[in-house]
């Protein structure tokens, strides 16, 4: 048996992300982030970041989504272009690890 001690492992989370207002250039985007555990519970208390890029992997900025309710977690990019953007989502707790991306295109 091993022990590992201060290694991240993959924290099975579901993660569930979509915008709360129209996307679109130059004004924060409210995205709503709901985390479950692998059991379906809400998680709390995680550490939850969402990133935008293009989709050609340039532009990247990192933005914190702080927890408003039980598993349900708040970031508000501010996407400077029109186009296609990459949106990932990463969660973390105690040692545990999940992440997210998916597309989406964002108008003027």
Known sequence: MSLLIG????GNFDIRFEPTAKLQTGVQVPFRIA???DLGNPVVGAKV???IETSEHTRAQ???APGT??????AK???PAEGEWNVYVEVRL?????????????GE
């Open 77 to 79: 990019p501010t996407f």
């Open 49 to 51: 970041t969402l990133q």
């Open 35 to 37: 985390v479950k555990n």
């Open 94 to 106: 105690d040692n545990r690890m999940s992440a997210r991306t998916i597309q989406f295109s964002v």
């Open 7 to 10: 290694q991240e492992r993959e």
């Open 62 to 64: 990192t933005f914190p």
């Open 69 to 74: 309710d039980r598993g349900v977690y708040i």
